[in-house]
T-cell receptor, first 113, second 113 residues
Framework: EPEVTQTPSHQVTQMGQEVILRCVPI?????FYWYRQILGQKVEFLVSFYNNEISEKSEIFDDQFSVERPDGSNFTLKIRSTKLEDSAMYFCASRPNSQETQYFGPGTRLLVL | GENVEQHPSTLSVQEGDSAVIKCTYSDSASNYFPWYKQELGKGPQLIIDIRSNVGEKKDQRIAVTLNKTAKHFSLHITETQPEDSAVYFC????????????FGQGTRLTINP
């Protein structure tokens, strides 16, 4: 069964450094999402992406965040200058045009020191 | 915007008993309500969903009910088994537009053998 994959599974970085989180959505899906979950808190929506552009973003998704679909398979989330409060689990999700169901990847645990 | 509240935060039941998790939502425009199961170290996996034109849906031991008037929906697991132990999240979205999911806080379900 096709799955959403994410790399790396864990990332440790110093405050102020840039990180890129990578996702490979399910191949025939057209809608892509990033969510994050700070330890002990709700899963929060960050951004949705369709037809090579952002369709919606949350208040969290400020200028230090960006997303890109650099080729036909990868979907990336870049944090330009990480802050301590960016430490969280980041989930990528995708869905096809014909369904509401979003399929989630296993997540990347980001720790900013 | 939408707000989803989920209760209880933890639930412990004896194997074979039933478990019920409840969620309320605030935005009457929400019309799609998925439930996700998250096991340790994995991303959320869809277990059942319901659309606003349906009051109840069942899939083997799992059922979901929706009361649009009261804006609440519930997950029912019958004949619980140890492998049902996980964190369960409810979510809500309006299927018009980007369809960002708004999640509840999660319920940690423990099945005691």
């Amino acid at each position: 069964e096709p799955e959403v994959t994410q790399t790396p599974s864990h990332q440790v970085t110093q405050m102020g450094q840039e990180v890129i989180l990578r996702c490979v959505p399910i191949s025939n899906h057209l809608y892509f999402y990033w969510y994050r979950q700070i330890l002990g808190q709700k899963v929060e929506f960050l951004v949705s992406f369709y037809n090579n552009e952002i369709s919606e973003k949350s208040e969290i998704f400020d200028d230090q965040f960006s997303v890109e679909r650099p080729d036909g398979s990868n979907f990336t989330l870049k944090i330009r200058s990480t802050k301590l409060e960016d430490s969280a689990m980041y989930f990528c999700a995708s869905r096809p045009n014909s369904q509401e169901t979003q399929y989630f990847g296993p997540g990347t645990r980001l720790l900013v020191l | 915007g939408e707000n989803v509240e989920q209760h209880p935060s933890t639930l412990s039941v004896q194997e074979g008993d039933s478990a019920v998790i409840k969620c309320t939502y605030s935005d009457s425009a929400s019309n799609y309500f998925p439930w996700y199961k998250q096991e340790l170290g994995k991303g959320p996996q869809l277990i059942i969903d319901i659309r606003s034109n349906v009051g109840e849906k069942k899939d083997q031991r799992i059922a979901v009910t929706l009361n649009k008037t009261a804006k609440h929906f519930s997950l029912h697991i019958t004949e619980t088994q140890p492998e049902d132990s996980a964190v369960y999240f409810c979510a809500a979205t309006d299927t018009q537009g980007a369809q960002k999911l708004v999640f509840g806080q999660g319920t940690r379900l423990t099945i005691n053998p």
